[in-house]
């Protein structure tokens, strides 16, 4: 089989890009080929609305790539290997594609520790991730959530939201405290008990077992958590595995330039797996959902004969409890902080500042507007404009 257009991986960036294709080429034949076994889906809603919001509901999840590009999706379809000079991939059934232009969206895979996944153990990335947890929330009293970053806050958010006992695992001294400044950190973390939640704070699971429809977690400080299950959101390494082997540069993620095209001219990276040029922050690899949206729809129109480059700066942002933020750049309390409240620390504005003063990343708490100027304030090298 032969597809115009192929794309391996089967998430966000490939419906975009599906969709950027048609914006250049209303009749070049698609191809995705997906390890899913569902078709592409709104990924954010499996840790937000789907948990928060009554009115959303699984039949909300799902994309509509089919019917709005006409590509043809393969689920639970594995690529085992690249043929570049043949421009074929083959899977891992046996079964070969040839292709006029390739895109590599194989995105990432969880983190994972020597306790291997099961209906109890949950290593939280895809939609049928989120269905065995809802599954699992039914009928178990207590799960604990393992990591203090963004899918691990907002899972301990919405379990405890929806009537779960939860401990949360973080190896933070206070939760958030890698990324916010120390007010609104303890803020935050305040935010969690204050909810019921038991968090566990700076430690990190050495291993664990499941035995009698119970997992035991075992500390690093020699105690342990025993809980009906487990959810574990410890982030996520790039799927690399299929451009290595295919000889294509790898460099935490796959190297791409600024049209999102590897060296080799007819195979192309985007998403969570790219490691391209942006332009406001310099070389790096992203994994958010504004990238996959943004990337995805930028490398279709390349891939179908568009000549603009990529240079949109991506946000990112979360919904935990009654607070939320959007940010840009580097948010990391490695950095100097600038605190700029309106309401301290409810509502207002942190600005993140290297050695020389220039801004480097900005974090906006509970204020929805001002993203064009913060990516602006970084290309600029500027000074944060005000701050206590």
Do not use: C
Request: hydrophobic content about 35%; proline content about 4%; overall charge negative.
């Amino acid at each position: 089989m032969r597809y115009d257009y192929l794309i391996v991986g089967g998430g966000m960036v490939a419906d975009n890009a599906a969709r950027g294709i048609r914006e250049k080429d209303t009749s070049g034949t698609i191809g995705i080929l997906s390890a899913d076994t569902d078709e592409p889906y709104t990924r954010p809603a499996l840790s937000k609305k789907l948990w928060t919001d009554k009115d959303f509901g699984r039949d909300q999840v799902p994309l509509n790539t089919v019917a709005d590009t006409g590509a043809e999706i393969h689920n639970s379809t594995r690529v085992s290997s690249i043929d570049r000079e043949k421009r074929t991939v083959t899977t891992e059934s046996g079964e070969s594609y040839e292709y006029g232009e390739l895109l590599l969206a194989t995105g990432g895979a969880p983190v994972q520790l020597d306790v291997a996944p099961s209906p109890r153990v949950i290593y939280f990335r895809t939609f049928a991730d989120y269905r065995a947890l809802r599954d699992l929330s039914k009928t178990a009293s207590h799960i604990a959530v393992v990591g203090g970053g963004y899918i691990g806050t907002e899972i301990a958010s919405a379990l405890s939201l929806n009537g779960v006992k939860v401990t949360l695992v973080t190896s933070d001294d206070v939760l958030g405290s890698h990324m916010f400044p120390e007010v609104l950190a303890a803020a935050f973390d305040q935010g969690f008990t204050e909810h019921g939640v038991t968090v566990r704070r700076g430690v990190k699971v050495s291993s664990g077992a499941e035995a009698s429809a119970r997992v035991q977690l075992q500390l690093d400080d020699g105690t342990s958590v025993e809980a009906d299950g487990v959810v574990f959101g410890l982030g996520v390494r790039p799927n690399v595995e299929l451009a290595e082997a295919a000889g294509l540069k790898v460099d935490n993620g796959v190297v791409v330039d600024e049209f999102l095209r590897t060296e080799d001219p007819h195979v192309y990276a985007a998403g969570d797996v790219a490691n391209y040029p942006d332009a406001i922050l310099g070389r790096r690899r992203i994994e958010h959902v504004d990238n996959a949206n943004e990337m995805g729809k930028a490398v279709g129109r390349i891939m179908a004969g568009g000549t603009d480059p990529y240079t949109y700066t991506p946000y990112f942002y979360s919904d935990v409890y009654d607070d939320g933020y959007q940010a840009v750049g580097t948010v990391s309390t490695s950095l100097k902080t600038v605190e700029d409240w309106k309401t301290k620390p409810k509502e207002g504005v942190v600005y993140y500042v290297n050695d020389a003063g220039a801004v480097n990343g900005v974090l906006m708490w509970n204020v929805w507007e001002g993203l064009d100027e913060a990516k602006q304030l970084i290309a600029d090298g500027a000074k944060p404009p005000t701050g206590e």
